[in-house]
């Protein structure tokens, strides 16, 4: 677990030193965006993408996929996904409340948003979900292709949220790139910490 608490004090002094020091690229990135605009079509995308990780659409996919595994009888799996996003989650806010960072103020919010800015909840939960989720699959599904895809279809979830965020003007991309390497790292030592677990009882569905 020591992965685990690497990650969130990274997070917590990335944050702070953020929120402290002046970052250009944050601000130039945040107003360009804004600048070009895009295609009509991108800012209902854009809602649409950002509701994918959001709380409700993300403990919909950790309820019905626990679920599935536990019908799989992988009950080891399916608490491990549980406790990944759980714990997740409250790291996530407890940073949020610490750091305390405003909201980009260059241009309009096209989302209500009413919690502190880094990191980005929605790109840092989505990585906790999506990326735990995958990652837990990778050892239980068999097939090769199957496993890429997983992996493959998490990262685009994951990035398509995370420029969301920075599109509709409610979050830097730094707290965005927070939100991504958090999340990551998470999933990253819950897969390990399921793979040790399986290995010392001898599998799951006995």
Known sequence: MALLAVAAGLALAIGALLDRLPFDPDRAIVAGLRAWGGPAW??????????LGGGTVLILVVTISAGLMLAERLWLTA?????ASWSGGEVVALVKRMVARARPDLVDHLVPVSSASFPS??????????????????????????????????????????FSRVYLGVHWPSDVLAGWSFGTLWALGWWWATARTRASIGGERE
Not at 42 to 51: F, H, S, W, Y
Not at 129 to 144: F, G, I, K, M
Not at 145 to 157: D, G, T
């Open 42 to 51: 991108l800012p209902g995308v854009a809602v649409d993408l950002t509701a």
């Open 79 to 83: 608490a491990m996904l549980a406790a």
């Open 121 to 162: 909840g929605h790109a840092a939960n989505s990585a906790i979900v999506y990326l735990t989720l995958a990652a837990l699959a990778s050892q239980v599904v068999r097939e090769r292709a199957a496993r890429r895809y997983l992996f493959a279809v998490a990262v685009l979830l994951v990035g398509a949220i995370g």
